[in-house]
């Protein structure tokens, strides 16, 4: 279901006003957004393996918090003007038409990764307590959201195509969290009670980290294809007509 996604945000986009420049920009925007979201994809394996009581639900939500934190502020400094142009213009290639679409596109796209890791953290929760159905239930008010905002943006807004795509799948992902949030809410009570389960281990922030690293690690190294894949792409140069 989630694989819908990107094929429909393209579907939309290619039947607004210049689409060639609109989906270039979306296709950049979405592959930033995919290599910041890496770090915290794998928050999903790490909570259903850790989260057995109160004192590892508390740790691991506030290491979540804090890494959601610092890839949100990562990808607001690479959307700093100089910055981000340089990396557009100089190093990619794109034109600066593309480039100017590509950063509007990416800022409305800046809730995405933190997002991603609050639903992937109540993700593992239900899966850990044999929920797995859950997770389907909230790619369905994702997949939901997303087609609702992009009709009602493709009908009633002067938004470019690649803003409108961006601002569809930030909403998408925003509701399918806050419905991961609702769903766990018995699971996350029943932890609350349970102070110290037997054969829970509480970590300190240093072992975290250790834990945690190669999982991300893991991802972002997946995920790098993406940016890799503009890159070399944008070194084409195809005209602009």
Known sequence: MMGVDGP?????????????????AFGVAFSLGM???????MMLSAANVLVKDRRTYLKLRRFNNILNLLI???????????????????????????????????ILLLPWPAAIGYRRFYQGILIGNHMPRRVAYGTVVRLGSMTATALLLYLFSS???????TVALSAGVVMEALASRVMAGPLVSRLLAVHVAEGAKLLNNRELAAFYFPLAMT???????????????????LPIE
């Open 219 to 237: 991802s972002v190294l997946g995920l790098a294809v993406y940016p890799l894949m503009t890159f070399f792409m944008g070194k084409g140069r």
């Open 159 to 165: 938004l470019p195509g690649a803003c409108v795509g």
């Open 8 to 24: 429909f945000i393209a579907a939309v986009i290619a039947r607004l006003a210049d689409a060639k420049f609109n989906l270039a």
């Open 72 to 106: 949100t502020l990562a990808m607001l400094l690479v959307l700093f003007p100089p910055l981000f142009y340089w990396l557009t213009e100089r190093l990619i290639g794109m034109p600066l038409e593309v480039a100017q679409l590509t950063r509007r596109a990416t």
């Open 35 to 41: 290599f910041f979201e890496s770090p915290i994809i």
